[in-house]
């Protein structure tokens, strides 16, 4: 699937169900076919960790396509005692960490399909 916000295009992997997204980027890099994890959540507000990740990732919380919040640069995590990372959304995007700031994404910003 591709998506948009301020114009910085993203391909993305789309996880639905409850074993991919409790999976996510664990143990996986960004390559040529995507460069952006979409979690299709439903609900309200969520958690995410970074446990077995291997790169730094920007976590982007996301209402009614409205970016409501943004964790920066977040670090992975090698053991139980993960930080835990809150927001509320109905889709949360991973990005590589560093991303929102490179291309000046921020909260308030609409995401576009």
Known sequence: MLLSINNSKFKVKVLVSEKETQKGMMGKKFDKDFNGMLFMMGGDEHCFWM?????????????????????????PCKDDECRNYCGEGDIVLEVKGGTCKQKGISEGDELVY
């Open 51 to 75: 446990n077995n990740c291997i790169i730094n990732l920007d976590i982007i919380f996301i209402k009614d396509d409205i970016i409501t919040k943004i964790h920066h640069n977040c670090p």
